[in-house]
Structures are given as C-alpha cells and as structure tokens.
C-alpha cells in the first residue's frame, strides 16, 4: 500500500492533513511498467490521475509532423511526480501520451471519482488540490508553448 | 441593473450561489481600452484575473525582436471570457500577452489578493472557482495544441490598381482603408500592392484578390467601405463577395 508520507510528497496533495491525505489513500492502487510500456494515449477517457513512484515515465505529444510532438518527449517524470491532469478536468480526455522511460518502474494510480467525491464533502480538500492541479496545467502548457514558439521562431526565421 | 450582472453568465463563476457573487462583484473594476492596446504582457507579474465584458482580445505569445502579429495569435478571448489565470500559479507571471482586437474592450479586473482572502473564508468558493479556471486552461492547452497542428495559412495578394484613371475614381482611398486592415490584422501572409489598369475603365476602382490555390478575382467599383468588407469577408473570412465582382475569374 503506499503510505501516507509519499502521498504528502505529491506536490497535488501537500498540505492535506492526515485524515485527508487518509482519504486520498483509499483512492490509490499501485502499477508495475516496463521501458515501452503505454500508461494511456491522447484522446483516452482518463479513469486515473497517475504520480510516478519508482523510475521514469515521459510525456509525449503525438502529433504528426509538429516539432516536438513525433515520438518525442515534452516532460520527463521522476518520482512524486503527478501526471494525467486531464482526469479532473473537463472534458475530460488524456491530451498527451505517457510511457514508460525506465527500465522498470511503478505507478500510483489514483481514482479520479473518489477524488471528486472527496472533493464534494470537503471543500478545502477541492480546493488545495484543484489549485494544484491548475499550476500542473500551467507547467505543461509551459513546456508545450516553449515548443510551439521554437517551431514558429524557426518558420518566421526561415522566411527572412 | 448593475453593470456587473453579466457575471453571473461568465464561465468561471458558474456553481457559486448568488451571495457568493455579490462577493466576487465587491471587488471588481471596470477598465476599458482601445484596439491594439494591451493589457498585460507575457512575463509580467500577474496579479489580476480579467474578464471580459465586451470586445474581443488577443492572447498572443512574444517574439523577441519582433512586433505583435495575429501569427503569435494562441486562442481569441470574446465577451464573458476570463484570462490571467497564471495569478494563481506559480511563477505568478502572465503566460500570454492580451491585446484588444476591437474598436473599445470592457473588462472588469479582479485582484488576486481580494480573491485568495475569499478563498480563505468560503473554500467552496476557492474550490468552485479554481475548478473553472482549471477548465478554462484546460481549454487554452487544447487550443495550443491545435494551432500547432494547424496548416500555415495561404498567401494573399491584394492589388489595387492605381493606374490614373483608378486613382481619379477613388483608388487612393482604397489604398489606405485596405493599408489600414491589414495594419490592424497583422497578417503576415497577406500582401499589398499596386497594379495598372485592368481595361475596364468604368468599373474603377478595381481590385484583385489572389489567394494561393484559388483563381483570383476581381472586384469593381470599390470605395473605402467596400474594400474594408472584401478584407474582413473574402480575404480573412474566405468568402467571395459575389454582389461586388467585376467578373469572376478574370485577373
């Protein structure tokens, strides 16, 4: 089971007391990957808001022939780190692809209608970790304008 | 009716319950501004969520060394849309810059310290709140990633001939209603330029619209009100003005 003390790490669930952060145990199941290994696709229907717990997972954006986007990774994930935002917010639909980076590795995985009924009996639950979840957001928007900007910097670049 | 009360149809306050609303009304300001004006830069501290009441605004990310253009154009904010979430995010910076693209804007400006002290008291409120604008840049993250997908947009090339006798019917006034619009649209892939006589001397002003891929047309008669609508229907909006043609298909 994993424990209440890595839980805390999680950036999205720091701040919780011990009976909230008990309640978002109750929420959590673990996962074994393999280097390769699909932890979801683009355009699934999310189930799960994942944090890395051993080893490496990347975050690749699929789009054909968009730089940065064909089979590359926009975000390496290590331990305690959060991933598939997606799962909470509508419309609900996985906008980039995880995958296994390390040889080995574990995932927690977190039921997102248990954490949206956590979030309806206690507000202050909703809102820390939805406050998080926004900056989760922001940071991948981050990472992905930084490779839009580098694309169109290069095509106005080109048509000097 | 207060000026505040199209709030109560702006997404991000959507689920709060009318006390909840007056609240947030509490601390609002009205602010206006004019086309090309921005209203925050990309990089700058935000500490303001906007929401827009009337006009339309560009978020458009900068490139050093260059001016703004609609090409750096990530997604168009309209009325009831809220931007500047990044004030609640760190690094507390805004991601984007916003320009006013109409004639006027009216926005109603909301300190991020005034918001974070109601959070603190209604966390509902906090929850409710965050959850939208966690929608809403959602949404942006959707749309960045569409616009980079996106084809690059065709080449246009507008001319305007301005030979001596388009220019005694009006040509030069064409010119500069048509410098104007792309002034203000900052289209890059749309050129200006200016050509001789088409040989119909009774339909001048005339000006031909090419659009990469399409056979170019020809339109008569033009005048400065004309041209404005050939710019905004056919050459942004991709729809040939029949009623204004000269002929179709004849450069």
């Keep these: 089971m994993i424990s209440l003390d890595f839980i805390e790490k999680v950036d999205v669930f720091s701040g919780l007391s011990d009976d909230q952060l008990n309640a978002v145990q109750s929420c959590c199941e673990e996962a074994d990957f393999r280097r390769g290994d699909s932890l979801f696709k683009a355009g699934d229907e999310p189930r799960h808001l994942w944090v890395v717990v051993e080893g490496q997972v990347d975050l690749i954006w699929d789009a054909p022939g968009v730089a940065g986007s064909s089979g590359e990774s926009i975000s390496q994930l290590g331990p305690a780190m959060p991933f598939g935002w997606s799962s909470l917010v509508p419309p609900n639909t996985y906008r980039l692809s995880a995958v296994g980076a390390s040889r080995t590795g574990r995932v927690m995985k977190v039921d997102a209608a248990g954490l949206r009924a956590i979030f309806e009996t206690d507000a202050v639950v909703g809102y820390k970790v939805m406050s998080k979840v926004l900056a989760l957001i922001s940071t991948r928007f981050y990472q992905l304008q930084d490779e839009v900007a580098r694309r169109r910097g290069h095509d106005i670049i080109n048509q000097w | 009716m207060s000026d505040l009360d199209f709030l109560k149809d702006v997404d991000s306050f959507q689920g709060l319950n009318a006390e909840q609303l007056e609240q947030i009304k509490a601390g609002c300001r009205m602010l206006e501004y004019q086309v090309g004006e921005r209203f925050f830069a990309e990089g700058e501290t935000a500490e303001h969520l906007w929401v827009l009441q009337e ?14 253009s609609e090409e750096n154009t990530i997604s168009t904010a309209g009325a009831n849309d809220t931007l500047g979430y990044s004030s609640f995010v760190p690094p507390y910076r805004y991601k984007l810059s916003a320009y006013c693209t109409t004639r006027t804007c009216r926005l109603v400006r909301i300190e991020k310290t005034f918001l974070l002290n109601l959070f603190e008291q209604d966390p509902q409120l906090g929850f409710v709140l965050v959850s939208n604008l966690a929608s809403i840049a959602s949404a942006h993250f959707k749309q960045l990633q569409r616009s980079a997908t996106d084809a690059p947009p065709a080449t246009v090339t507008i001319t305007v ?22 002034a203000r649209t900052g289209r890059q892939e749309i050129h ?46 991709g729809e040939v003005q029949t009623d204004l043609l000269l002929a179709p298909s004849t450069p």
């Excluded at chain 2, 006009?55 to 703004?68: A, I, Q, V, W």
């Excluded at chain 2, 619209?209 to 047309?217: M, R, S």
């Design chain 2, 192 to 237: 200006l330029a200016s050509g001789g006589c088409t040989g119909n001397c009774p339909s001048h002003p005339n000006i031909t619209v090419a659009i990469e891929g399409a056979e170019p047309v020809v339109y008569q008669k033009m005048t400065a009100e004309k041209a404005r609508r050939v710019f905004e229907r056919h050459v942004v909006g």
């Design chain 2, 161 to 182: 001939h301005m030979a001596t006798c388009g220019i005694a019917a009006g040509a030069r006034e064409v010119m500069l209603a048509l410098t104007d619009e792309l």
């Design chain 2, 55 to 68: 006009g339309k605004t560009d978020l458009r990310f900068e490139l050093p060394g260059r001016p703004t």
